[in-house]
Structures are given as C-alpha cells and as structure tokens.
C-alpha cells in the first residue's frame, strides 16, 4: 500500500512537472512581453540555448547567424534580447541623462563572489567613486612616464622573436604565444611594478599559460544563476585542473600583489597604475582582496586587449601584402627612434590598420548585459528588467552598417582617401561608450602603436605555415582562444639593430 502511495505520488510530481512545463512554454512563446521578438524557438522557453552557444565556444558566429536569419532584434533567451544597431548601441551604453534612465549592469553576469571591482561594479555610484580612484595612473602625463618602459619592453621583444626566428631555422614561431610575452610583461610592469619576465625568457608564463582555464572557470557561475540546473553539469563542463588552474591563478596573484605591497611608495609610482590606488587612504588600497580582484582584472582586461588587437593586425598585414606595403612606407618613412608616441598618433594609415584590426575582430566579442530601466531602445519600448546587449562582433560584421564587412579594408577609415563609409568612427565602440568607457584606452593605444610600428620598421615578416580560417578558427570562452599561427621575423636593418641596443 505504501508502495502505491510513492508511486502515485510520483506519477502526479511528473504530471505536474510536465503540466508546468507546457504552460510555461506556451506563456514564453505566446503571452511573455518579448513574445512578438523573433529568435530560436528553444531561446524563448529555455537559457539552455544561450549557454549551450556560449560553450560551443562559437557564440559569436551562432548569434551573428541568428540576427542574419531573424534581424536586429532578437530574442536569444525567455528574457533577454540582442541588438545589431548603432542606435541601440547609443541606447544601452551611453551617459544617462535627466530625461533618460540607466541601464545597469546586469547581476546575472556581472558577480564574481562578494569582492567587487570596477569591471564587476554595479552601482554606478560607487563605479564612479573606483574611476576617480585609478583615473590618476591613467592621466596623460602618467601614460608620458610610462612610454620609456613600453619601449625598453618592444624594443626587448623585437630582439627576442628576430632571435627565435633564427634558431628556429625559418619554421617561425608561434605569434599567438609570444605576442602575449610583450603584452601581459608591460601590464604586470604596470599593475604589479614587476613583469612576467616572459619577452626575457621567450616563454610563456604559468600565469598567462592558465589564463584561459581560469576565465572559463569564472563565467560557470553565471551560467548556474541563469538556469540553476546546469550545476549538474558542472563536473562535465569543467576539468579538475580547470579548478586547480584557477587556484593557482589567484594564488599567484596574492602573492604578487603582496610583493607590490611591501615595497617602498616612491619605487614604484611613477611606474605603475597601483600607486594612486594606494595612496588613497582608505577604501580600495586597504584591502587585500579588493586589490588582488582589481589586479587581476586590469592586467587580463589590459593585455588580452592589447595582445588580440596586434596579432590580429599582424595576421591581416601579413595576409594582405598591399596593406602591408602602405604601413611600412608610413612607418619607415621615421627614423627607428623617432617611433614615439607623439610621431605615431600622426601616422594616419597605422592608425587605421589599429581601428580596423579591432572592427573586424574586435577583444570583446559578445554583448555586455545590462538591464533596462524601462525605456526605448532604438524605436523599441524595453519593459524594465529584460535583460539587453549589443554584440561588437555583430555590429561591426553588419552589411547594413559596413561596406564589405568581412574584409580588411584600412582604407575605410581614411577620409577622403578611399573611405567606404561617411562615418566611421560613429558605428565603432572598441572600448565600449559612456560611464564605462575604458579608462585605459590612451595606454592601449600607446602600447599597440609603438609595438606594432617598431615591429614593421626592424623587421620583414614572412608567415612560413598556412593558417587556414585564422579568423573562424577562433573560440571564445569570455577570451579568445586563437588557433596557431607561425611567422618568421627578419632583422631587415643593421641600423636598427644598432638602435635597438641604444634604446
């Protein structure tokens, strides 16, 4: 009799799950405020759909195909929407004003545990307080100071990949593992006051080699928040040197950050970006755990930046000899010393091969979340608490926005020299826009310049191995993970030689 009772009680728990599941199904395709938004039918009902794209590690391309095939706005899970316009863009992420509502961050994506930084911030108050914090290490006159050292670094990487080029007998060498060496040694310089040592070494550091594991750990969270049932799948979607990777990651953090901690002020303030934070008395430069997160995500934001723009530039200069061609005579037209931030910003077609680098792949691939207020976007009322972005992949692959989106085209961004487009610059939002632009755009800028610049003018370039799809080859896990890629760099001058001794 017992027995029996179990059963049918189990019998009517299943009914009444499956009942639940249809009227729910049937509200989130016909009756939920985005039912009229079109999108994958399995997005409506379930956040199954978002998260299985996003670990595909194609989330980029699955929800590029999806606006091509349904539109600009589209529903990509039961209370979420993607936009491909500029004016939605505009919308979402600019300065809110008197008349016009905040979209804050949204607090699915946006938690990291119970110490905040000012990429995790919500609050746009206390995110305001944080960048007046670090505002100072990123002022111009600081970015002056910190030139000497991003050029004692490039001209050292420059020297090593000529090198490593040579013992390697014209194999090449991997550009997706030694463009990073350069990138995260001139970030821990400027985070930590101390460099990986990796351009030295002309190997990757345990810290920069678990990076991606580390990034891949952290979003699983959020994936458990939007549908608690994936944490059943958790142990399948994450190896144990997954978890021991990102131990060892934050582990080696605290113990930098202790190093940077303990060494007198005057060492390292003009030197890197900590010394404003910890000068401030209080808040921030108290803490621990606060300087170890603000650390952590500075150098990954700072470098991974840095590093996917310059070997993107690289791999399309390499690949398209003309283009090549015109920033080599730019360049070269200065005397290797003379590559300095001041003569580099007036370089008009280096610039360009930088804005079209980081259009057609642009870090950041994926939409950052926020939460609407309850306002219009781009002609569309957003009811308050969806969920809304827009993706930089998407937006800067539109045909509807760009001539010939999938090509590299620097000249585009050349006025009145052949530019396909009237406005560039007003589709483009590399460093996202309003409250939360980057505060370290000047500094990437400054760093991609000078490296790719002091790159062109010493060396030849030469890829010795196809990459194939280098572009669609790539996965993003929050990162991009990019598939191999093998150039040969060729000293081209013995005065430069000379002059990388020099400087």
């Not at 989130?28 to 079109?38: K, V």
């Not at 691939?365 to 207020?373: D, M, Q």
């Not at 827009?390 to 961004?413: G, K, M, T």
Request: hydrophobic fraction near 45%.
């Amino acid at each position: 009799m017992m027995g029996l009772s179990v059963l049918t009680a189990g019998i009517a728990a299943v009914f009444m799950g499956i009942t639940y599941w249809i009227c729910w199904c049937i509200y989130a395709l016909w009756f939920h405020p985005l039912a009229n938004y079109p999108g994958p039918k399995a997005a409506a009902i379930s956040e199954i759909w978002f998260v299985w794209a996003w670990t595909t590690g194609r989330y980029p391309y699955i929800l590029e195909e999806a606006h091509q095939k349904y539109g600009d706005v589209i529903r990509i899970s039961p209370n979420e929407l993607s936009f491909a316009t500029v004016q939605a863009h505009r919308d979402i992420y600019s300065t809110p004003s008197r008349t016009r509502l905040p979209f804050l961050k949204d607090g699915i994506f946006y938690n990291n545990g119970d110490v905040t930084n000012i990429f995790y911030e919500r609050d746009p108050v206390e995110h305001s307080k944080m960048r007046k914090v670090l505002a100072p290490g990123f002022s111009g006159g600081n970015i002056k100071k910190h030139e000497g050292m991003i050029h004692q670094y490039v001209d050292m990487f420059v020297r090593k990949v000529t090198e490593l080029s040579v013992k390697r007998c014209g194999k090449g060498i991997d550009a997706n593992e030694a463009i990073p060496w350069l990138a995260f040694d001139i970030m821990g310089e400027l985070t930590f006051g101390e460099s990986f040592d990796a351009v030295a070494r002309g190997e990757t550091h345990m810290w920069i080699s678990i990076l991606n594991d580390s990034a891949y750990a952290a979003i699983l969270p959020s994936f458990v928040r939007r549908a608690p049932s994936i944490v059943l799948a958790i142990p399948f979607m994450l190896s144990l040197s997954s978890l021991r990777n990102l131990r060892k990651h934050y582990a080696y953090t605290v113990d930098t950050v202790r190093r940077r901690l303990s060494r007198p002020p005057s060492a390292s303030a003009d030197r890197d970006l900590f010394a404003p934070v910890l000068e401030q008395g209080s808040g921030i430069g108290n803490d621990e755990k606060h300087l170890v997160a603000l650390a952590q995500a500075m150098i990954i934001a700072g470098a991974d930046t840095a590093t996917n723009v310059m070997t993107t530039a690289l791999y399309f200069l390499c690949a398209t000899p003309g283009c090549m061609e015109k920033a080599a005579a730019e360049v070269r037209a200065l005397r290797y010393d003379q590559l300095n931030g001041d003569e580099l910003s007036k370089l008009k077609y280096l610039n360009a091969v930088i804005e079209e680098a980081m259009r057609l792949f642009p870090p950041i691939a994926f939409g950052l979340p926020r939460v609407s207020p309850g306002e219009m976007v781009d002609g569309h009322f957003i009811p308050k608490g969806v969920r809304l972005s827009v993706s930089h992949w998407v937006l800067n692959r539109s045909p509807q926005i760009w001539d010939r989106p999938c090509e590299f085209i620097p000249e585009r961004w050349l006025k009145n020299e052949g530019s396909l487009e009237k406005s560039s610059e007003a589709a483009h939002f590399p460093f996202s826009s309003g409250p939360r632009t980057c505060l370290g755009m000047a500094q990437a800028y400054l760093e991609m310049r000078i490296t790719l610049a002091k790159l062109i003018h010493a060396c030849d370039m030469r890829v010795t191995q196809d990459p194939g799809d280098w572009i669609g080859a790539a996965k993003m896990h929050m990162m991009w993970k990019r598939a191999p890629w093998m150039v040969h760099f060729e000293r081209r001058s013995e005065d430069d030689e000379n002059l990388l001794e020099k400087y």
